[in-house]
């Protein structure tokens, strides 16, 4: 029988389509290679009938081969398991079922454990030590007590902390189970309609993952009132919103009385500030922006956005929309950083991916963060950052969208033609008419950006920009009508001139601290960097690492002084494993913030590495000048 990760690692290979190592594999699933090893073994003999299996290329990794029809089919059924709450029979999930017996029972003895299990009673024995170290994260420990058995012992809140982590799961699709035997459906139904209810009735809208978050710590409240757990009076005042405590004291209250409990005073107040539960109404509107903003963050994510302008050109302080909404997250986020209330990301990967350049804002955000309230933002609320700029950069495109009009003498089934064209293959195009050339005059009133003509206007005096295309069938037209209203030109003339002959590199490394202090070493010797640079490149992969797929990483850090705006490019000779990804190819971006043409440079570099074929033939590059070769061809 395959377990939830032998089903993982047959996504992971399905989803990269490359060789994959047993190191990569092994970081992604939390295991030692050897299992690795043992899990492909596995996966192999039980779906040796299918046609599909795993091959093992000595040096290079596993690849997943087979007809693709009958892949899809094994896909899906490792979705379903992966996605659902089917049982795992791995060690991994012997030590959550073993930690979640604990939590449900005083005292259980070996002899019941493994009856409990169905294991045999070496076999727990074996096991006691795993569960200790996951127990150890949150400082509790396992004590014996004789004719008793063994049980949890720690502070109230820390068991607390175990139990939100282990006895309460949500998988991708927001389906919950509860493992905590004095908890029952019924339970679960009554509180989740009275949260919902209340909340709709008071106008109060929370996005899934905190009502979630809010659901969660009340499940907990119920399973440890019932139990006779106090907190005890651990909670000054200051320490709580005194608006969710009132919101969280009327719903509580309400559960109480369909359940026939009764609340300590402090639960109410554990609720509201473990739960990271924040107020907020995405449907407030013409509201004054300074009442939905806390003046301190108000003044953190303007100066924030200015430093944003300055290094990028992104003006995304004249988005009142994004800022509200990042301040609620901020507020949010903050909440749960500093009661240790962690929170899963279901699309960190996909968004790394697919918005590198967001990502590395929301990076950029957290450091600013950390540094003005001594909050430490993990991962997962980095990529949450990333999607409200990438929400804002998606309104900044539709509001840079090009209106043009097309004039065609050749007729309209031609012209028609030609916007079709246009429109598949230019971005942020919107054409507002086509017309014959006699009818200039309505094409002038439309308020658009450009006229594109099929023919030369002779005394044409219009304030609106004229392209002319003499072939519109041609993809040299398309590729003119582009070069004008784009910004291709310019990402050419600034990655030539930030590319450097004694900036380009190869060399064999086993890290990613040993790649960049290499290339740093060597840019100094050129004169090309400071060594202040490297220490700053160093610590915002601390922060967050810089591979994003591909085979490729881009570390970066700003620079002053002298110092001009320069792309290190380095070639490993084997691919390491950087973080998440294994990466041969590395840019390492040095940017001058007095440089302003630089300010895109990062979607200059990911419009580059997109293309996976360049990338790969990169990587042969034995010069700089083949280097630069195979970019002036692929761009």
């Not at 304030?463 to 069938?473: F, G, K, S, Y």
Request: hydrophobic share 40%.
């Amino acid at each position: 029988m395959l377990s939830k990760k032998h089903y993982r690692i047959i996504k992971y290979l399905n989803d990269q389509d490359i060789y994959l190592t047993s190191q990569v594999l092994a970081q992604k699933l939390g295991v030692s290679s050897r299992t690795v090893k043992r899990y492909v073994e596995d996966i192999n003999y039980e779906i040796k009938n299918s046609g599909v299996g795993i091959i093992s290329t000595k040096g290079v990794g596993y690849r997943l081969i087979g007809p693709p029809k009958t892949i899809q089919n094994i896909l899906k059924e490792a979705l379903r398991i992966i996605e659902g709450f089917e049982a795992d029979d791995s060690i991994e999930s012997r030590v959550e079922n073993t930690i979640c017996l604990f939590i449900n029972n005083d005292y259980l003895s070996a002899d019941e454990l493994a009856d409990k299990l169905n294991l045999s009673t070496s076999s727990i024995n074996k096991m006691t030590s795993r569960v200790k170290e996951c127990l150890a994260k949150y400082n509790l420990r396992l004590i014996s007590k004789p004719y008793h058995g063994t049980c949890i012992e720690g502070e109230e809140l820390n068991i607390r902390s175990l139990i939100l982590d282990y006895g309460i799961k949500y998988d991708d699709n927001n389906n919950l189970k509860v493992y905590l035997s004095n908890i029952t459906n019924e339970d679960i139904e009554k509180v989740e309609e009275i949260v919902e209810t209340y909340l709709k009735r008071s106008n109060i809208i929370v996005a899934d993952k905190d009502f979630n978050n809010l659901l969660s710590s009340i499940l907990v409240a119920i399973s440890r009132t019932k139990n006779g757990n106090n907190i005890g009076n651990l909670f000054q005042i200051s320490s709580y919103r005194v608006h969710n405590y009132i919101v969280i004291h009327h719903i509580m209250t309400q559960i109480q009385e369909r359940l026939s409990l009764t609340f300590d005073e402090n639960e109410y107040k554990y609720v509201s500030l473990y739960s990271g539960f924040m107020i907020y109404n995405y449907g407030i509107k013409n509201a004054q922006l300074e009442e939905m903003i806390h003046k301190d963050l108000h003044h953190f994510i303007y100066e924030l956005l200015d430093e944003i302008k300055i290094i990028t050109g992104n003006e995304f302080h004249k988005d009142l929309k994004f800022i509200s909404a990042l301040a609620i997250h901020i507020k949010i986020a903050i909440n749960r950083a500093k009661t240790e209330s962690q929170i899963k990301n279901p699309l960190l990967l996909q968004i790394k991916s697919n918005y590198p350049v967001e990502m590395n804002f929301a990076m950029f955000t957290a450091k600013k963060i950390h540094d003005h309230f001594a909050i430490k933002l993990n991962e997962d609320e980095i990529g949450f950052i990333a999607m409200h700029f990438a929400a804002a950069q998606e309104r900044i495109n539709i509001h840079n969208t090009k209106k043009i009009c097309i004039l065609c003498h050749y007729g309209i089934g031609t012209a028609q033609l030609l916007a079709e064209k246009i429109k598949k293959y230019i971005k942020h195009v919107e054409i507002i008419g086509v017309y014959p050339v006699r009818y200039l005059d309505l094409a002038l009133a439309q308020n658009v950006n450009y006229i594109i003509s099929t023919v030369k206007i002779e005394d044409f005096n219009g304030n609106v920009p004229m392209i002319i295309v003499d072939n519109v069938l041609s993809d040299a037209s398309i590729k003119k009508i582009d070069e004008t209203i784009s910004v291709a030109i310019r990402e050419r003339e600034v990655l030539y001139g930030m590319f450097n002959e004694k900036a380009f590199y190869r060399m064999e490394a086993h890290s990613k601290e040993e790649v960049i202090e290499e290339m740093g070493r060597r840019m100094i010797m050129e004169g090309l960097i400071d060594s202040s640079v490297i220490a700053s490149v160093l610590e915002r992969e601390k922060m967050l690492a810089t591979d994003i797929g591909h085979m490729v990483a881009i570390p970066h850090s700003p620079i002053n002084g002298i110092h001009k705006s320069v792309i290190c490019v380095t070639v490993l000779d084997k691919p390491i494993l950087w973080k998440s990804y294994e990466v041969q190819l590395v840019f390492m971006i040095c940017f001058n913030l007095a440089d302003r043409k630089n300010f895109e440079i990062f979607k200059y570099m990911y419009n580059l590495i997109e293309n996976t074929d360049l990338v790969k033939s990169i990587t042969k590059a034995q010069s700089f000048h083949e280097f630069i070769q195979m970019i002036k061809e692929g761009i």
